[in-house]
Nanobody, 123 residues
Framework: QVQLVESGGGLVQAGGSLRLSCAAS????????MGWFRQAPGKEREFVAG????????RYADSVKGRFTISRDNAKNTMYLQMSSLKPEDTAVYYC????????????????WGQGTQVTVSS
């Protein structure tokens, strides 16, 4: 099992920045990739960004390219999401996820999930 705990969410004005963190514990040696997803009220959970754990490989949703940056610190078993130029439409609960098999954009390919952290962007 892998446990994931997100932190760093909050309220920010449009144009502002936030950094989310996801601390992993447990069987982290089994993790192939990790990702950030988000879910706004009444909408499906959507992929935001993902990163492989052993090599530098990342993927981003088109909606966040150029504004969000995903990174990881293997020594700390922690993944980050630096969010800049935030927009009201970025408002959502942000979830951290880990996959044992692939760097994917679909929720079904992720084996472990955190509880989520709320990000609210005011206009």
């Amino acid at each position: 099992q892998v446990q994931l705990v997100e932190s760093g969410g909050g309220l920010v004005q449009a144009g502002g920045s936030l950094r989310l963190s996801c601390a992993a514990s447990g069987r982290t040696f089994s993790v192939y990739a990790m990702g950030w997803f988000r879910q706004a009220p009444g909408k499906e959970r959507e992929f935001v960004a993902g990163i492989r754990w052993s090599v530098l490989s990342t993927r981003y949703a088109d909606s966040v390219k150029g504004r969000f940056t995903i990174s990881r610190d293997n020594a700390k078993n922690t993944m980050y999401l630096q969010m800049s130029s935030l927009k009201p439409e970025d408002t959502a609960v942000y979830y951290c996820a880990a996959s044992n098999t692939m760097l994917a954009v679909t929720t079904i390919n992720y084996d472990y999930w955190g509880q989520g952290t709320q990000v609210t962007v005011s206009s």
